[in-house]
């Protein structure tokens, strides 16, 4: 096993640099190494690299390949071959990970006993962390499930992490094959999971709560539960038992009573757009005959296009304008009145309705000189 899957919780270690690449992204491979690279669906650590006269940043970590085992370190700055260095891991990062992989599992087993949802993919790359099942959204499945999932976090069952000869794995109840080959490492969370997995997790799975299920939607012939975990969960209640507060607040009410008022100004504001509309077409029709007298208008702003189109296939020209500039023209003529509006600044276009823009400083002038 490496370092970071001998001791998740380890967090400084020494190694010397074996191999250096510099460049625009500086690499360097370790003798060892505690951090992790991206894999499994976990993001990679960062930290820092520090060496005699300074230190280095560790930006991205990754595996190379699979066969050589090589980890890659990216860094802020070179570092020469044989230098000897203390590595530091971001410790909030890697526990945030911890936490949300260790719930992955639960969550998977969880979905699994709960209603025989088969886990084919994760992506634990934000505190809102994916899994993704074979079986379609099913709510009623999904709230068993997270509630099974937190049963099993105040268990505190104690989690282990083992290797195995590919011969052996028939003995053990996984949760799923493994992809591994030759040693492979088991992680066991009491007698709750089992399943194959190279990735860094907690000691228990008390560390990994809450585990919130957020949404469950249909994806790729399956299921996509998206969740929060441990202290990113608890962030998120925060942010949302905030944001409860200041709504209870301005409607006067209590935090989970705010849907009433705000449902009551829904029909307040439906009922106001109804009335705008009734008042916007008894002026459009007002101004129409005037629009047709003059054949130009100033209008009011938001009313150009709905006028416009409500004298499409008048037989004459006729050109709408709004005090911000924007303008319609209808009619046999518009194309040469465009180009008119133009010579003022006007830029515009368009088939059976030509709309634009005139500097606001040139309407005066439009109004004035445009005769059509």
């Known amino acids: 096993m490496r370092l970071y ?23 360097v491979v370790l003798s060892e190494t505690l951090f992790y690279p991206t894999s499994g669906g976990q993001p990679h650590d960062t930290g820092w690299l520090r060496f005699e006269g300074g230190e280095a940043r560790v930006l991205e970590v ?41 719930a992955q599992h639960i969550l998977s087993q969880a979905f699994l006993r709960s209603g025989g949802f088969h886990t084919v993919a994760v992506s634990l790359d934000d505190p809102v962390s994916t899994v993704d099942f074979a079986e379609p959204p099913d709510e009623e499945v999904a709230k068993r499930a997270e509630a099974l999932a937190n049963f099993a976090v105040y268990a505190n069952h104690p989690i282990r992490a083992f290797e ?4 052996e794995i028939s003995h053990y109840p996984l949760r799923r094959p493994p992809k591994a080959r030759g040693r492979i490492r088991l992680v066991e969370i009491g007698t709750f999971d089992l399943a194959a997995c190279g990735g860094t997790h907690l000691r228990s799975s008390a560390e990994a709560g809450p585990i919130k299920v957020l949404k469950v939607e249909r994806y790729k012939g399956g299921s ?63 101004l129409l005959p005037r629009a047709l007298e003059e054949g130009r208008l100033l209008v009011p702003e938001g009313m150009v296009q709905e006028l416009a189109k409500a004298l499409l296939g008048w037989p004459k020209t006729v050109l709408l304008l709004s005090e911000s500039g924007r303008f319609a023209l209808v009619g046999p003529e518009k194309e040469k009145v465009l180009e008119r509006l133009k010579a ?29």
């Open 5 to 27: 899957q001998l001791d998740s919780y380890a967090t400084r270690f020494r190694a010397r640099v074996v191999e250096a690449q510099a460049g625009e992204r500086p690499r």
């Open 62 to 102: 990754y595996e190379e390949e699979k066969a050589t085992g090589r980890v890659v370190h990216v860094l802020d700055r070179p570092l020469p071959e044989g230098a000897e260095v203390e590595g530091e891991i971001d410790w909030t990062r890697r526990y945030r990970h911890m936490q949300r992989h260790t």
């Open 164 to 167: 195995v000869d590919e011969e």
């Open 224 to 286: 996509r539960v998206y969740f929060s975990a441990g202290w990113e969960a608890l962030e998120d209640y925060a942010q949302k038992h905030a944001l409860l507060q200041r709504l209870a607040l301005r409607y006067s009410t209590q935090a989970l009573e705010v849907e009433k008022p705000i449902a009551k100004l829904e029909e307040e504001v439906y009922a106001l757009k109804g009335e705008v509309q009734a008042l916007r077409k008894a002026l459009a029709d007002a």
């Open 344 to 372: 003022l600044g006007a830029k515009g276009g368009g088939k059976e309705i030509v709309s634009g823009v005139l500097p606001p400083n040139r309407l005066a002038e439009a109004l004035e000189e445009i005769h059509v």
